[in-house]
């Protein structure tokens, strides 16, 4: 079993729409999450982050957490077409500083 | 204007030829990192660097090799020893999350 587990997709939903994206994860020790979005032929950039169970929001973007589960989500509210990506969830251990990479999720938002 | 430059964006490399792919960062992050990147797989952690002439093998190290002789440089070198090169590579530094670089893509041709 890899550590991170993420649905490949593709993911295709209509403009508008509100857009789940989960990872699960099997290491307990993991304490700290990450979601990146990637453009295609461009490397991943830092969406949001997060220490601690709960939700965090940002803009359009929340991003929550759920220990007791290993399972973290990323929402997001009013898709855009502009959104159509590949979202990675990324999560360190407390023992170490190097992230586990899920595979990426395809995201097509459609007008 | 900060950020992580890698170069060339394309690159192809013919049988038993070693490349070398560039990754320069004037973000001032101590520790820089080579990823591989295939369709399907995520992300695979080739070396990291935490500090100037020190690295470290990831997970699928065989057939690179790296040097950090500079804090703002980490090369990656694919050698002939690397039998399946062609991929999309991505430099990245830490500084909490990371910043990454828009990548090399790899043909053997």
């Known amino acids: 079993q890899k550590e991170v587990e993420q649905d490949p997709g593709p993911l295709s939903v209509p403009e508008g729409a509100i857009v789940s994206l989960n990872c699960t994860y099997s290491?307990?020790?993991?304490?700290?999450f990450m979601w990146y979005r990637q453009y295609s032929r461009k490397g991943p950039e830092l969406l949001m982050y997060?220490?601690?169970?709960g939700n965090k929001e940002d803009g359009r973007f929340t991003a929550q957490v759920d220990k007791s589960s290993k399972y973290i989500s990323l929402f997001i509210r009013d898709s855009q077409p502009s959104d159509s990506a590949t979202y990675l969830c990324?999560?360190?251990?407390?023992?170490?500083?190097?992230?586990?990479f899920g595979r990426g999720t395809s995201l097509i938002v459609h007008p | 204007d900060g950020g992580i430059t890698q170069s060339p964006k394309y690159l192809f490399r013919k049988e038993g030829q070693n490349v070398t792919l560039s990754c320069e960062q004037n973000?001032?992050?101590?520790?820089m990192y080579w990823y591989r990147q295939d369709p399907g797989q995520g992300l695979r952690l080739i070396y990291y660097?935490?500090?100037?002439?020190?690295?470290q093998k990831g997970d699928i190290a065989e057939g690179y090799s790296v040097s950090r002789e500079k804090k703002e440089s980490f090369p990656l070198t694919v050698t002939s020893a690397q039998k399946n090169p062609t991929a999309f590579y991505l430099c990245?530094?830490?500084?909490?999350?990371?910043?990454f670089g828009s990548g090399t893509r790899l043909t053997v041709v």
């Open positions: 990324a999560i360190v251990s407390g023992g170490s500083y190097i992230p586990t």
């Open positions: 973000l001032n992050h101590d520790a």
């Open positions: 990245a530094t830490q500084a909490g999350g990371y910043t």
């Open positions: 997060t220490y601690s169970s």
């Open positions: 660097s935490q500090i100037v002439n020190d690295f």
């Open positions: 290491n307990s020790a993991f304490q700290y």
